[in-house]
């Protein structure tokens, strides 16, 4: 194949062309040594991370077994479990009541804010203390408990174990 430039055009082109690719070749060195220094970054940052994480995992596997050994999961754990099936709500209720001293006055907030206390991690949702209150409100209509003051507006009802007497836990279902 034959060119029919003139030998003045073509030295041009070729001159132009090897211009272009010594910027090119030059652009690419500078990139690759800006590459190479971000990789040596990330490289040292990867480390001190992975040292970090694996220091975590070792510190979380201790605090746990830690935990287990000052039985954490005896309390908590098996309370719930103990609860049953049926309506948990009224167990939990039921244990928090039977906490109580007699004659120690308690009302539906409290009693809410003990079972978020005690079992707030296992619940699903979070008790609602008008659902306290309902219950609390049916157990003195039955005698289980007594009311000291009746809610009203701007204030709840107070409640008081019945002296002398264990606030029974509901019937397994």
Known sequence: MT????????????????????????FHAKQEAF????AAGYSTELATAVERLEAFRTAAANADELLARLGRDSAAADALEDLGKGRPLSRMIARVVEDKAPGETFGPKAVTQEIHKRWGAKLRARVDPRSVAATLRRW??????????????????LYVKKAGAEARRPAAV
């Open 140 to 157: 003195a209509l039955r005698g289980r408990i007594h009311r000291t003051r009746e809610g009203r507006g701007r204030y709840e009802s």
């Open 3 to 26: 060119s029919k430039l003139p030998i003045d055009q073509m030295l041009v082109q070729l001159e132009g062309k090897v211009a272009h690719l010594r910027e090119r070749q030059a």
């Open 35 to 38: 590459h190479h220094e971000r």
